[in-house]
């Protein structure tokens, strides 16, 4: 059965682009033999770029003319020979995952931007894009939270059952669980060594808020997952939502390394020093970190000098006494389920299956609080809990892989630190942050079904392609 398809396109300004794409993707897909039409919502007025609502209305106008699925598409996108516009069957799909402005790859994982295909349906189930994204930023972010709200992405979680398995509870004001120092712990983290915590991190908004590239107000948060005070080594969770590892040498070097992670989602974090080669990594259940793909900060990096030497310090987990009584960053909030620390570096093929099995060789710290703690530790309001252990890898949009040519424009999203549009950015990245992802917008009726609009005219522009004009 032969499906039609609508090319979907926000418009204005880029006539350029249009005058490129228009015959590139026509001749693409008749050598593909896929019926297709396009459609661009062209915003005729002066207000801020609404880019969620412009492909609402293309949207809206290709089911109309019978179209079976559209493909939402970036203006500046341009296919090569190998990307897949087939009908997308059950889920939606996105096919723009290399790049030519990436290095032929994306901007991050989580990424749902450029050329995405979906049903009449899935549209109708999602509700498409929201309407309230304006100028630059999140809108596709927002549609990904939504396909995932409706169970329209790949997730795939660890090969591992732990059904009632007992954890500790962190209530992020008093709890704490306190490891006496004793002698096999003696220059453990000052040597090469391995730690790796299996950790379900929340976070409190009523400590500090969600950090955010556009606050002018923000504050950097870290919670403590495991420590050793002073100069404070350890794991921890923060407000910008990333796991993160810290060490120090003896020229008082901070080094840091983290990996980006939702908060209420177990997860295996481990890091590794070798202090031979003078090399640290930072895995994130099982998989090293990668800065290249977004998901985490360079790994590995490398440092100089010998590590800090904490003597004869008792091991904090949950807290550190290094932070002031009613310091935001005194205590953790979450649940821990198991703590190791060995005087040896596992190998990668240990790291990546340590959620099936724990290696014993050069462990000094074993701390499983399924089985109970030890006489040389004390668990301080911390109450035990017992539930179903699920591990998430990943969530991660479906997928056809696509090669694409980005035509050249003005970089309009992050840079150097700072969002270029400034504060419409801000207030994107506001809305969906803290409000979308949180559960506190009704995307049901906020999206494909209350478009408001007024149509201006459809021109004929090529033989195969409408200009919707409209204003908002």
Request: hydrophobic fraction near 30%; charge should be negative; charged fraction near 25%.
């Amino acid at each position: 059965m032969s499906h039609k398809l609508g090319i979907c396109i926000p418009y204005r300004n880029r006539q350029k682009h249009l005058d490129e794409l228009i015959p590139a993707l026509t001749e693409h897909l008749n050598k593909k033999g896929i019926e297709h039409a396009f459609y661009i919502a062209h915003q005729t007025d002066d207000k801020l770029f609404n880019r969620g609502a412009m492909k609402n209305i293309a949207a809206k106008h290709a089911f109309e003319d019978g179209c079976d699925y559209i493909a939402w598409h970036d203006v500046d996108m341009i296919p090569s020979d190998d990307c897949d516009y087939s009908y997308p069957e059950e889920i939606p799909i996105h096919i723009a995952t290399k790049l030519s402005k990436y290095n032929y790859g994306m901007s991050y994982p989580e990424y749902f931007g450029g050329v995405i295909l979906f049903t009449k349906e899935q549209v109708e189930k999602t509700n498409g894009y929201s309407n309230d994204y304006w100028d630059w930023g999140m809108e596709d972010d927002d549609l990904f939270w939504r396909c995932q709200l409706e169970g329209y992405v790949n997730t795939e979680y660890l090969d591992v059952e732990m059904d009632d398995h007992r954890y500790i509870n962190f209530n992020g004001f008093s709890s704490a669980v306190v490891v006496q120092y004793h002698q096999k712990l003696r220059s453990l983290t000052s040597n090469t060594h391995t730690i790796s915590v299996l950790v379900r991190a929340e976070h409190d908004p009523n400590k500090a808020s969600v950090y955010l590239i556009g606050d002018k107000h923000k504050q950097y948060v870290e919670y403590p997952i495991f420590r050793i005070p002073g100069y404070d080594y350890g794991l921890s969770f923060n407000n910008s939502r990333a796991l993160s590892f810290q060490f120090w040498t003896n020229r008082d070097t901070h080094n840091y390394m983290w990996a980006k992670r939702y908060e209420n989602q177990w997860t295996w974090i481990t890091a590794t020093i070798d202090d031979e080669t003078k090399t640290a990594r930072l895995f994130l259940n099982g998989d090293e970190v990668d800065e290249s793909v977004g998901n985490g900060s360079k790994s590995p990096i490398n440092y100089e000098g010998r590590l800090r030497n904490y003597g004869s310090k008792h091991l904090y987990i949950g807290a550190t006494p290094t932070s002031p009584y009613d310091d935001v960053s005194l205590f953790f909030k979450g649940d821990i389920a198991k703590v190791y620390v060995w005087d040896n570096i596992l190998t990668d093929e240990q790291i990546k299956n340590i959620h099936k099995e724990i290696p014993t060789e050069g462990a000094k710290i074993k701390l499983d609080f399924n089985k109970g703690t030890n006489t040389d530790t004390f668990v301080l309001e911390a109450p035990y809990v017992n539930g179903d252990i699920k591990i998430p890898k990943y969530t991660l949009p479906f997928r056809r892989d696509g090669k694409f040519e980005c035509l050249a424009h003005k970089d309009e999203g992050l840079v150097k630190g700072k969002w270029v549009k400034g504060e419409t950015t801000a207030r994107n990245e506001q809305r969906y942050i803290t409000e979308m992802q949180q559960g506190k917008i009704d995307y049901k009726a906020d999206g494909f079904n209350s478009l408001v609009y007024e149509l201006v005219s459809i021109e004929n522009i090529a033989d195969n392609a409408k200009l919707i004009n409209v204003t908002l």
